[in-house]
C-alpha cells in the first residue's frame, strides 16, 4: 500500500470516529425519549416506531423496534442511528428492557 493511501486512509478515520460518536449521543437522547413510552407504544410495527431527526443540521434516521418479548412479558426494545459514514459501517445502537409496569431495565 502506497504511502499517500495511508496516510488518506488516516486522515479519514477521524471523521468517522466523530460521526459514530455524534450519533451515539443522538440515540442515546432518542433511546431515553423511547424509555418513556409505554409498553403497548413500543409493540406498534418497526415501520410506525421508526423516526428520522435533524440533529445539529444533520439528518439522521433511527430505526426502532421490539426485537423479543420473554414468556414473562419483558419488552427488549432497541433503536439503531444511521445517517453518517462510519469506520467499517458500524453504526452505534441503544438497547433497554421494559416491563409490563413500565419499569426499565438495561
Avoid: W
Avoid at 44 to 63: H, M, N
Wanted: charged share 25%; with cysteine.
Amino acid at each position: 500500500m502506497s504511502a499517500t493511501l495511508i496516510n488518506f486512509l488516516s486522515m479519514l478515520f477521524p471523521q468517522y470516529m466523530k460521526n459514530f460518536g455524534f450519533m451515539r449521543t443522538a440515540v442515546i437522547k432518542v433511546g431515553k425519549e423511547f424509555e418513556q413510552k409505554s409498553y403497548q407504544e413500543l409493540l406498534r410495527p418497526a415501520e410506525e416506531l421508526s423516526i428520522t431527526r435533524l440533529v445539529d443540521g444533520e439528518k439522521l434516521t433511527f430505526s426502532a423496534e421490539s426485537v423479543k418479548v420473554e414468556k414473562n412479558g419483558d419488552l427488549h426494545f432497541c433503536i439503531d442511528a444511521n445517517g453518517l459514514s462510519t469506520l467499517f459501517g458500524i453504526k452505534p445502537s441503544y438497547q433497554f428492557i421494559k416491563r409490563k409496569d413500565g419499569s426499565i431495565y438495561y
